[in-house]
């Protein structure tokens, strides 16, 4: 027996043992599991299954199966005791008059959870009202974990949601509202529907952004065997710690460079451009807004920092809020989703706009994902992601149309950051998409 499925074994037997009032047991682990989290959650035949890696890397969980499920997370924290944590997250459009099938939120009380926090390995398991129940779930567990082989597909065809064309009529679209002061401005969005020779796997997919893609949070909900989200986004909604807030304003986007002389001069672009700078601004102005209520103290980086990812640089701002007594999680997803980074300003406007004229249902992207427990919290904003619902992929990646947007421009840095998963699919996507 693997040095796991003895701490499986020790773990069951503490349920057995364990009084009526214990909601959750942690087994620490002496020695680092011999398998990755992605590999051992891919094994795994519960569900919904949640995977998060914190953007600093310090923290990877594995959520597994479902004491309870919340399509509203208010009633959750009824649920919640000690170190509990709710995974999940929250959708863009989900349960509007364009978007009826897709839920609000998604959210659930794991029953069983790999947990690694720097250097240490856990498994934990909640228990509800049956310790029977519990047991089962630890029982079914594999320890015997197959290796994900690197990713190897091929594309046949991809579709662009909106076209080429119909992408240039909405951004002067956008741009006549935004002279007409209708908006400050709108994020517009493009879904792009992969069609692949065969299926490919929704862990393996998110086991490559992982390698590849640094400085972002990873996650992934499956929520049954046919359907995933995932992503790896650099953008934080927020975190909360007690009475801490940590939010940022990420808005303003060049690509890289083709050596590091140019990278540097994009950077440098960036950092001095105004059109990019003002939409930093919007961002930051809009989080203040919105928190203000919240609030005892808001404070913000003076001067935006350059953020560098594979295939993007971002501006970036970072904010701090000391939260006013009795605040919850809930509460701020609501404040602060969506974002003016992903849907625009004023965000009804906005929102009313892209309900309106974008071509396709957003669902689960530019959502958020993360979880929250009874002194803490984390989402990301699910942008750089990928729905995968049997042989269909679809990827996701928007920009954000202010007073000087040009559609050629924007169209490019669209491709740019679909790249970020794309590129992992495939290293000769089919033309008219940046690898």
Not at 4 to 27: G, N, P, W, Y
Request: hydrophobic fraction near 40%.
């Amino acid at each position: 027996m693997s040095y796991f499925q003895q701490a499986v074994t020790e773990l069951i037997e503490r349920v057995k043992d364990a009084k009526d009032e214990v909601s959750r047991l942690v087994q620490v682990l002496e020695y680092k599991p011999d398998f990755a989290f992605i590999d051992w959650l891919q094994a795994q035949p519960l569900f919904p299954k949640f995977y998060w890696q914190s953007r600093d890397t310090r923290e990877e969980v594995v959520a597994l199966g479902q004491l309870h499920t919340f399509f509203d997370p208010a009633p959750a924290y009824a649920h919640l005791s000690g170190e509990q944590r709710i995974w999940g997250g929250r959708s863009f459009d989900g349960q509007t008059a364009k978007n009826p099938n897709c839920p609000a939120s998604f959210f659930f009380l794991p029953q069983v959870e790999l947990i690694r926090r720097d250097q240490t390995w856990s498994l934990a398991v909640n228990i509800g009202a049956s310790k029977a129940h519990a047991v089962e779930s630890l029982s079914q567990l594999r320890g015997q974990v197959s290796r994900l082989l690197p990713l190897s597909a091929h594309i046949d065809h991809i579709e662009h949601t909106p076209n080429h064309q119909q992408w240039n009529s909405l951004v002067e679209q956008v741009l006549s509202g935004i002279e007409n002061d209708d908006f400050k401005k709108v994020v517009l969005a493009r879904k792009t529907t992969v069609e692949m020779q065969s299926p490919i796997c929704a862990a393996q997919l998110l086991k490559s952004s992982i390698e590849h893609n640094q400085n972002s949070f990873h996650f992934m909900l499956a929520q049954n065997a046919r359907h995933s989200f995932l992503g790896s986004t650099p953008e934080r909604l927020y975190c909360r710690q007690g009475k801490d807030l940590y939010t940022e304003a990420l808005a303003g986007t060049i690509g890289r460079g083709d050596s590091a002389s140019h990278d540097l001069e994009l950077a440098n672009w960036l950092t001095q451009d105004s059109k990019n700078l003002n939409e930093n601004q919007y961002v930051v102005d809009d989080i203040f807004e919105r928190l203000t209520p919240y609030s005892d103290l808001l404070e913000v980086e003076p001067e935006a920092q350059l953020v560098r990812l594979r295939q993007v640089q971002h501006l970036k701002r970072r904010i701090h809020a000391s939260l006013k007594s009795g605040v919850n999680a809930v509460q701020l997803l609501g404040a602060l989703q969506p974002t003016a980074a992903v849907a625009g300003l004023p965000r009804q406007e906005s929102m009313d706009f892209i309900q309106q004229y974008e071509p396709f249902e957003r669902s689960w992207y530019a959502g958020s994902m993360g979880y929250f427990s009874l002194g803490q919290a984390e989402f990301c904003v699910a942008i750089r992601s990928a729905e995968i619902v049997d042989e269909d992929v679809h990827l996701y990646a928007g920009a954000g149309i202010v007073p000087g947007s040009i559609a050629e421009h924007e169209w490019q840095e669209l491709d740019k950051k679909m790249a970020t998963l794309l590129s992992l699919i495939s290293d000769h996507p089919p033309l008219g998409v940046a690898s």
